[in-house]
T-cell receptor
Framework: DGGITQSPKYLFRKEGQNVTLSCEQNLNHDAMYWYRQDPGQGLRLIYY???????QKGDIAEGYSVSREKKESFPLTVTSAQKNPTAFYLCASSRANRDGYTFGSGTRLTVV | GDSVTQMEGPVTLSEEAFLTINCTYTATGYPSLFWYVQYPGEGLQLLLKATKADDKGSNKGFEATYRKETTSFHLEKGSVQVSDSAVYFC?????????????FGQGTTLQVKP
């Protein structure tokens, strides 16, 4: 079955460390997205990519970086410059049409 | 710019009660509209969608009708169950071009009590 996989499900980071969250899809979707969700809050867009080797900043890109070297993969790095990284991170993918997103199951990042 | 506004939660209902979660939108062109559901600790799942005016999306007893005249897409269910407790997000396709990008509302938490 096609789908979108995020790993790991839980991630712990020490202050000052960079960490990378994985997102892989086998849906042959062109576009991929990263969102951040804080408790009781909505979704905030971090980065998105509509084609390989290209990506755009979302509303809260500071302290994050991404790459899109393959169509299937869109990893997110949370850098030490992100002051408050503890959150639930969601990856999604879509075709370039009106069918909507498919979401991964999320990664919960905690700074210890 | 394009935007989505949902009713604030939490919405608390007893089992078998009627559910309405309001969603209104502002958009250029003719967006597609969506409802997503998020269960605790999980990602979002597509619940239903409508792609043009007067379309009704439906799934698992939930329904929503695309009302262009009132720019609304309210979610309804005739009889909720405890298992429907979740966060519900309304969304629309962004802009007039087919990029696939969505704009989400803030989400509405539904709590159903036995």
């Amino acid at each position: 079955d096609g789908g979108i996989t995020q790993s790991p499900k839980y991630l712990f980071r020490k202050e000052g460390q960079n960490v990378t969250l994985s997102c892989e899809q086998n849906l042959n979707h062109d576009a991929m997205y990263w969102y951040r969700q804080d408790p009781g809050q909505g979704l905030r867009l971090i980065y998105y990519s509509q084609i390989v080797n290209d990506f755009q900043k979302g509303d809260i890109a500071e302290g994050y970086s991404v790459s899109r070297e393959k169509k299937e993969s869109f990893p997110l790095t949370v850098t030490s410059a992100q002051k408050n990284p503890t959150a639930f991170y969601l990856c999604a993918s879509s075709r370039a049409n009106r069918d909507g997103y498919t979401f991964g199951s999320g990664t919960r990042l905690t700074v210890v | 710019g394009d935007s989505v506004t949902q009713m604030e939660g939490p919405v608390t209902l007893s089992e078998e009660a009627f559910l309405t979660i309001n969603c209104t939108y502002t958009a250029t062109g003719y967006p597609s509209l969506f409802w997503y559901v998020q269960y605790p600790g999980e990602g979002l799942q597509l619940l239903l969608k409508a792609t043009k005016a007067d379309d009704k999306g439906s799934n698992k007893g939930f329904e929503a009708t695309y009302r262009k005249e009132t720019t609304s897409f309210h979610l309804e269910k005739g009889s909720v169950q405890v298992s429907d407790s979740a966060v519900y997000f309304c969304a629309l396709t962004y802009g007039s071009s087919n990029t696939g990008k969505l704009i989400f509302g803030q989400g509405t938490t539904l709590q159903v009590k036995p």
